[in-house]
């Protein structure tokens, strides 16, 4: 039979058994959401209440069939394993299970203010369990393996997520860090095209001419392509000396220089300009000056 979906308040939950009721209980082995009726429902042919959730949860299983042997005076208060020492003062019943971090549920219950004083007598238990009930309790011990394996898996996949969101949140901050250095560094930088066996060339597209030799970084330019802007550069911010630096680039270097300035007039056309372009140069000059006239010789009257 179908059960009806019950109305809920905003803040409710439907029982995880039966999904149709109000689930206002919780298993204290599973921490499920039940309705009253899965939690408990009283169908024991003991008398003894017992749950329908026990079904589906090994753990409350094996809860209800201790309690069917041994009652609900048979159990610890503190574990719900088999009691078999008694409080003298309380009337409560502990077992004496221990085990590491645990003293024992009497000694742990009974620690501190009035409780120490209290003494416990020995009760008896079944000194052999059935067999049903062993074999709950495996499966309540495999249960708990799985549960801490799955546990073990959850946290391992979840500081693995955590690890690769922070490396790949590093990588995009590593990322954005040299575009920004790249995008600088490319502001900065001025043109310059280094040619095979480290000669300078002209920073021009498609121009491969060699640049001049100036002892200024980022000044790479052949005779063809020297600006203005670039003999300001040169010449320190100086009009006049940038002129005289461009005539000179234009005149192909112009004469050698008998005393050597400082400054740009201490690049002598030796330095500035390639030894095939002074050759020719000087070669072309040669050429158009006219040969020397032979003045021609006075006659001298000779007297005798």
Known sequence: MELLAQPLEPGEVYCEQC???????????????????????????????????????VETALAEKRRELLGDRGLCVECGKAADRECATCGDRY???????????????HSKGKRSDHTFTMV????????EILALEEQVRAKRRRDAEMAEQEAKRMA?????????????KA?????????????????????????????VPQCRHRALVLGVPGVSFCPEHF?????????????????????????????????QKSGWQGLLPSRLFSRDYRKATDTSQKVK?????????????STT
Do not use: Y
Request: with cysteine; glycine share 6%; hydrophobic share 30%.
């Open 124 to 131: 008896e238990v079944p000194t052999e369990m059935p067999q």
């Open 95 to 109: 077992c004496s299970v221990r085990w590491m971090g645990n003293p024992g549920c009497f000694e742990r219950f």
């Open 19 to 57: 999904h149709a009721r109000r689930g206002d209980e919780r298993c204290e082995f599973c921490a499920q959401a039940l309705c009253a009726v899965c939690h408990w429902t009283s169908s024991s042919s003991s008398g003894v209440r017992s749950s329908r959730h026990a079904l589906v949860c």
């Open 227 to 259: 600006t203005l802007q670039h003999a300001l550069e040169v010449a320190g911010k100086d009009p006049q000396e940038a002129a005289k630096l461009l005539a000179l680039v234009e005149n192909g270097g112009g004469r050698v220089l008998k005393s």
């Open 175 to 203: 990322a954005k860090t040299r575009q920004k250095k790249t995008k600088k560094s490319k502001s900065k930088k001025r043109l310059t095209v280094d040619a095979p066996e480290g000669k300078k060339m002209c920073a």
């Open 289 to 301: 000056e006219p040969p020397p006239s032979i003045p021609a010789e006075s006659s001298v009257t």
């Open 160 to 172: 693995a997520a955590l690890l690769e969101e922070e490396g790949a949140t590093a990588k995009r």
